[in-house]
Every structure is written in structure tokens, then in C-alpha cells.
């Protein structure tokens, strides 16, 4: 406990009893009061201070994981949103509340290490821009291949990454894009991606093409840009791009993935409001799950294919 010393001068004791033999005025006396009342509470450390009390609420309300009662959207219930249509290998038939796909059972899986049972859990539609786009959520957390960067947190939270991703490239056999070994091999082709994805960033700046990327506003749209011969070649995560070969457009094939970029890998992370109370209960739930192996047993479970494609240098 801080200890304070009020020290009242003698000038100021002598001013008191002097007013005290002559009485002043009675609202020049209630003023003194006023003011002296404020000055000792001011010293003493006892002024309200409301700003203080709401971030030390904020603070608590964010350190608090008690499982099943966090501060969801809907009181005892965890909204979990994806986009439509949902693809494999991430969910199974497109139906995120099934528990198949990786996406689908890390979700349940986080819920429950949260404290919600798949009951407890409701899913909502988003698409994949308006996830991480400015603004409050109607969602608890979204998972939907979102990779974390600091362009994007400056608008929402991240939990910690539940998966490392690569980007491969996708060509309909027997064509040039399918021939290439390099990524200058890559340069002079029409490639594609959907928007707002790493998968185009990848394009911008890695490959850094001499013709402009066509961007997709859904994969879909870029399988039948491929299939229809509007571009040499698609890039996609890895996972989704052993899918898409396939099962979806099997006269396709991975032509190579890309190494990652920088130190540290590229990785989805599930997506909330910014500063939202709930990205540090999120956070050591995928920690958690991480460390005890439970996320290399979904991986291995649902994306064992993702394996030994090329790497483009």
C-alpha cells in the first residue's frame, strides 16, 4: 500500500484560524470547502478515475477463459463463421457443421477446448474479404484458409497459426505452365488467384509476372478460368491444389509449390474482432492443441496428401 504524507503549511493554518475569528461569506466558505475536499482527495490517491477502472475491466474480461461462459456474441453459445461454398479438404460435401475437413474438425476441436460442445456451436455464412475487412463481426471467430499478416491485423485479431501453408501452382496437363521447373519459368504465363488471398500476393510478388494476375472473386471461378484456357495457370494453397487435381479438375496437375517467404512460415490463423476479448482464450486453445499434437492428428487425418510437390526456386 502507497503511503502519503499532506503536509498543510503554517502560512495556511494561520489563514484558516484568521477566517475562522472573522467568518467569511457563506458561498466563499462552501468554495474553500469544495476545494480542499478535492485537493485532500487528489493527494490521497482517492479521486475517481473512471478511464482506469474500464481498461482494468477490459484487462480482466480479457484474461478470463472460464470454458463454456466466455463473452460470446450469443451467451453460451460460440459462432464460428466460413465462407460458402466450403471446399475440401477443408470440409467435407460442404457442410461446415458436419465435423469432416481439416477446417471443420479443428473448429469443433477448439470449441471443446474452449468449453462449448458441438451443440453449443453455430455457424454462420461469411465470405472470405468481408472476414477480415474493417469493421465489428457478427462472428465469434472465422475460419476459412485466412493466412495472418500485419496488413490484416490492422483490422482484425488472430489466434496463433493452426497450420503452415505453401502455395502451389496448378496447369492443365501437357502445357507449357505444366513444363515449368522455375519460378522465371512462371513469368511470361497469364496466371490467376482468387482476390484478397496470399495466393495472388504470392503472384504480385513473387513471381512477379509480365502480364497482370487475373484476380477471382471465388477459386471456383478460377478452376474454370483454368479449364477454359483464359489463364496458363492457378495458384492455390497446397492442400486445396492436391484436391483440385484430383477430384475437380483432373486433367490438371501441380506444377511446384513455392518455398515460404521470410523467417518465419506462412500460416491460417482463425480470425476475430479486433480487440476482441476472446483472442487470448482462442490463442491458448490453439497453443494447446498444437503442443499435445492434436493439430499434427487433424493435419495428417485430413490434408496427408499435401506432401513432396516440387519446389519452385
Same mark, same amino acid.
Given at each position: ?148 499478416? @500485419?496488413?490484416?491485423? &490492422? ?6 497459426? =493452426?497450420?503452415?501453408?505453401? +502455395? %502451389?501452382?496448378? $496447369? /492443365? !496437363? ?29 503472384? @504480385?510478388?513473387?513471381? &512477379? ?6 484476380? =477471382?472473386?471465388?477459386?471456383? +471461378? %478460377?478452376?474454370? $478460368? /483454368? !479449364? ?86
Amino acid at each position: 500500500m502507497r503511503t502519503f504524507t499532506v503536509v498543510i503549511s503554517t502560512k495556511t493554518t494561520m489563514y484558516c484560524q484568521s477566517r475562522a475569528m472573522h467568518p467569511a461569506p457563506h458561498a466563499l466558505r462552501r468554495a474553500v470547502a469544495v476545494a480542499t475536499t478535492a485537493l485532500l482527495a487528489t493527494a490521497l490517491g482517492c479521486a475517481p478515475q473512471p478511464e482506469d477502472k474500464a481498461a482494468d475491466a477490459s484487462s480482466g474480461s480479457a484474461g478470463t477463459c472460464a470454458k463454456g461462459e466466455l463473452a460470446t456474441k450469443t451467451s453460451g453459445k460460440l459462432t464460428i463463421a466460413t465462407d460458402e461454398p466450403a471446399y475440401e479438404p477443408w470440409f467435407k460435401d460442404d457442410k461446415p457443421a458436419g465435423g469432416e475437413g481439416f477446417e471443420s474438425a479443428v473448429a469443433y476441436t477448439v470449441a471443446k477446448q474452449l468449453g462449448y460442445d458441438k451443440s453449443a456451436v453455430v455457424w454462420q455464412s461469411v465470405p472470405f474479404n468481408k472476414a477480415f475487412a474493417p469493421g465489428e463481426k457478427t462472428f465469434d471467430f472465422d475460419i476459412n484458409q485466412v493466412s495472418i499478416s @500485419d496488413e490484416r491485423k &490492422k483490422a482484425v485479431d488472430f489466434s496463433s497459426g =493452426y497450420y503452415d501453408v505453401r +502455395q %502451389a501452382v496448378i $496447369a /492443365l !496437363k501437357d502445357t507449357k505452365a505444366a513444363k515449368a521447373k522455375s519460378i522465371a519459368d512462371l513469368k511470361g504465363l497469364k496466371l490467376g488467384a482468387q482476390v484478397g488471398t496470399t495466393s495472388l500476393n504470392y503472384i @504480385d510478388d513473387v513471381v &512477379k509476372p509480365t502480364q497482370e494476375a487475373a484476380a =477471382y472473386a471465388k477459386n471456383d +471461378q %478460377a478452376k474454370s $478460368a /483454368l !479449364k477454359n484456357g483464359q489463364v496458363d495457370a492457378i495458384v492455390v494453397d497446397l492442400p486445396t491444389a492436391f484436391y483440385i487435381t484430383a477430384a475437380e479438375v483432373t486433367d490438371a496437375t501441380i506444377v511446384g509449390q513455392f518455398e515460404n517467404q521470410g523467417a518465419a512460415p506462412e500460416q491460417f490463423g482463425l480470425v476475430l474482432d479486433k480487440g476482441s476479448a476472446l483472442t487470448s482464450c482462442v490463442t491458448d486453445a490453439v497453443d494447446a492443441l498444437r503442443e499435445d499434437g492434436t493439430l499434427d492428428k487433424l493435419e495428417q487425418q485430413w490434408l496427408s496428401d499435401a506432401v513432396d510437390a516440387p519446389v519452385l526456386k
